[in-house]
């Protein structure tokens, strides 16, 4: 008779072959209207941001792989919901000072970019002068938003 642990191994073992059939979604829709600051604040938002807040996902090998790859794809596809630098220039102007509002909060707090995909890319991590740059550059989005008369201040 089989141990248990031999059991309970090979029922994991099968688990995850059929786990890699699960249909993942690891499309990168057309860049349509694309927020482009140029500069050092493109670099930083594309090595820092841009896998999970655009449709320019580099999507890594492991995300080839399930279960992981369920997970990388729900990330990316959450990301792209709530801030899309790829189709920026399409939403609302009250919707793009609250999308800076926003980013102005996570970087604050440092909730952006997840430590999950900092472990997996140094280049990401922000330094206090990027953290600034990237905070900077947002709070003159909302400016000029204001500016144009498209929004309200705060
Ligand atoms: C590994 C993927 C990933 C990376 C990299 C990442 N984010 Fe996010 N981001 C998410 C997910 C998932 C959410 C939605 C869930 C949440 O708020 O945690 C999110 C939410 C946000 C939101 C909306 C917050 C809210 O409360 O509505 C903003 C703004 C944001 N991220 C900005 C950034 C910025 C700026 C960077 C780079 C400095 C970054 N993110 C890097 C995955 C990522």
């Known amino acids: ?82 801030f899309n630098l790829s189709t920026y220039g399409a939403a609302e102007a009250r919707r793009q000072d609250h999308m800076m509002e926003e980013v102005i909060e996570v970087l604050e707090s440092g909730e952006m970019p997840l430590r999950s995909y900092t472990l997996g890319h140094p280049e990401a991590r922000l330094t206090d002068v990027q953290r600034e740059l990237l905070m900077e550059w947002a709070r003159g989005e909302r400016l000029r938003l204001q500016a144009e008369g498209a929004v309200g201040g705060d």
């Open 1 to 82: 008779m089989k141990k248990p642990v031999t059991k309970a191994a090979i029922a994991v073992a099968v688990l995850l072959v059929v786990l890699q059939f699960v249909p993942v979604d690891r499309s990168n829709p057309p860049v349509t209207a694309a927020l482009t600051p140029g500069g050092e604040v493109e670099d930083v938002l594309r090595a820092a941001c841009m896998d999970c807040h655009s449709n320019e996902t580099v999507w890594p090998w492991y995300s080839r792989v399930a279960p992981v790859s369920i997970w990388v794809a729900r990330h990316v596809e959450e990301g792209r919901e709530h």
